[in-house]
Nanobody, 115 residues
Framework: VQLVDSGGGLVQPGGSLRLSCAAS????????MSWYRQAPGKERELVAFITSAGRSTNYGDSVKGRFTISRDNDRNTVYLQMNSLKTEDTAVYYC?????????WGQGTQVTVSS
């Protein structure tokens, strides 16, 4: 199993970024996927969740209405569209999957929101 996160960078407040997580080594379309983030000095927190077919999503309270999780099961990729970014969104963002009880993480991608 491999999860490869990409798309992070430096963006000004109010800007947008799209993160991607390319998955391999398992039947991607059979598993729910999530994005987490961890800011310096803080615990890792759930950002967004999407079911295996993409029919249902959930979001952390701090990102509702601004972030959108989606997936392309033909490309084995999950996305996180982040709009109206705030300085408090600065963190390392990680893709997450739980497969047969084993947790897998992407390597993380840094998102920095600063003017």
């Amino acid at each position: 199993v491999q999860l490869v996160d990409s798309g992070g960078g430096l963006v000004q407040p109010g800007g947008s970024l799209r993160l991607s997580c390319a998955a391999s080594g398992f039947t991607f379309s059979s598993y729910a996927m999530s994005w987490y983030r961890q800011a310096p000095g803080k615990e890792r927190e759930l950002v967004a969740f999407i079911t295996s077919a993409g029919r249902s999503t959930n979001y952390g309270d701090s990102v509702k209405g601004r972030f959108t999780i989606s997936r392309d099961n033909d490309r084995n990729t999950v996305y996180l569209q982040m709009n109206s970014l705030k300085t408090e969104d600065t963190a390392v963002y990680y893709c997450y999957a739980r497969i047969w009880g084993t947790v897998y993480w992407g390597q993380g991608t840094q998102v920095t929101v600063s003017s």
